[in-house]
């Protein structure tokens, strides 16, 4: 498999701004906040390296401006909501949620400044419990109504995990069937035998990967299906959301575990996650990922155990060993094998939608058409099938 190079890494890897990638990631809605969440507060956040705040106006609007008060750039998650929007705590400058100045106290009525000034702000959707935002140029695509998000049912939602560490290398993670059985298979037991059978195949909204493992008993499977969506969404079946009983009725939406990986900036990346028909008992919360470095079991006792104890919990595992590829992931240094091909198409889908983008044209997954957004039902399984249905099931992949 074809090495990344120290260019293409770059190229892959920068979300600011003008980049290659920032400009691509910019043409997709992201997850910034939950809607719950967002009360009478403006907060302070940052996505593609953009330095935001996100409020709720007194009726209730969200908003999203950037951070910095356009009089003399006092940071406005300090500032007060009101009825009609935003109010700097420095000198009260007042902006509604479409960046608009409406008051600047002190200042002569006719002097125009605030119908000169235009102070950033990006379009605001919620849907499934997320607050969304578009940093991209107008017009905005549809936000899809994906059936995790959209769809009749429970879920539930929370941030698995702040990492310090590149988004891409999060996203990877989705398409990487052979991890789950050396770092979660402690806790994870189903999956701690490797794969008999990955399949990868690139689908309408990304990549997804097929893993067929032995089952509990003789003529038994386990068949996971895990996607990549644009623009960085992990979706599949898993524990979380499934025992492996298959027990859904007909026409029922299935049950998955979503995972956006959103890029902060370009160290730094939020793992949210929206579980679709969760059972109710199993609430999850922030990972809380081992930070490695050296000598640090002499920082933090005169007489220590050499060594590190990974967390025993599939979210820790993850976000522990994900930020152990350092803050990007030296990609020129891999050694990619066979087990990698959905990786490598990760990074192919990536390149070739920067290069639509360059072209003027809308990349995968960006939808602008109501009528094919009514619902957009995205499979995803975690399942134990028969001898008979891994042969139907590996006929209609080869046909
Ligand atoms: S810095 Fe915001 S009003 Fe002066
Ligand atoms: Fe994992």
Not at 1 to 11: D, G, L, P, S, Y
Not at 72 to 85: I, M
Request: charged share 25%.
């Amino acid at each position: 498999m074809n090495r990344t190079t120290k260019e293409q890494n770059e190229i892959l890897t920068r979300v600011g701004p003008g980049t290659p990638m920032g400009e691509l990631l910019r043409r997709y809605w992201w997850p910034v906040g939950f809607s719950d969440h967002l009360k009478d507060q403006p907060t302070f956040i940052r996505l593609l390296c953009e330095d935001l705040v996100l409020f709720r106006d007194g009726k209730g609007q969200p908003g999203v401006l950037g951070a910095l008060c356009s009089h003399r750039r006092a940071n406005l998650c300090l500032g007060y909501v009101e009825e009609q929007g935003l109010r700097c705590r420095y000198h009260g400058w007042l902006y509604d949620v479409n960046g608009k100045v409406l008051q600047t106290p002190g200042e002569p009525r006719e002097s125009g400044l605030k119908e000169n000034v235009h102070h950033l702000s990006y379009p605001v959707e919620e849907l499934g419990g997320l607050i969304f935002t578009y940093l991209g140029p107008q017009p905005a695509p549809l936000l899809p109504r994906f059936h995790f998000l959209a769809g009749e049912g429970e879920r539930d939602q929370v941030i698995q995990a702040f990492n310090n560490c590149n988004w891409l290398q999060c996203v990877e993670n989705g398409m990487d069937p052979y991890h789950v059985s050396f770092l979660h298979g402690d806790v994870w037991r189903p999956m701690a035998i490797e794969p008999e059978k990955i399949i990868f195949e690139e689908t309408e909204w990304g990549v997804v990967y097929k893993a067929i493992r032995p089952g509990r008993k003789e003529g038994e499977y386990n068949f996971r299906m895990h996607y990549i969506i644009m623009p960085g969404i992990a979706s599949g079946g898993d524990n979380t959301v499934s025992t492996g009983e298959d027990n859904r009725e007909a026409g029922d939406l299935p049950p998955v575990t979503c995972r956006w990986s959103v890029p902060i900036d370009d160290t730094h990346t939020m793992n949210l996650r929206v579980r679709f028909k969760p059972p109710k008992q199993r609430r999850l919360g922030v990972a809380q990922q081992l930070h490695i470095e050296p000598y640090k079991e002499y920082k933090e006792s005169d007489t220590p155990t050499l060594g590190y104890r990974i967390p025993s919990a599939v979210f820790e595992e993850d976000a522990t060993i994900l930020d152990s590829l350092g803050p990007i992931a030296d990609r020129e240094n891999e050694h990619l094998s066979a087990i990698d091909e959905g990786v490598a198409m990760v990074r192919d889908m990536y390149v070739k939608q920067i290069e639509v983008v360059k072209a003027g044209g809308d990349p995968k997954g960006v939808i602008r058409d109501k009528r094919k957004n009514q619902l957009i039902v995205i499979g995803g399984s975690y399942k134990w099938i028969s001898a008979d249905e891994r042969a139907r099931l590996e006929q209609r992949t080869a046909s």
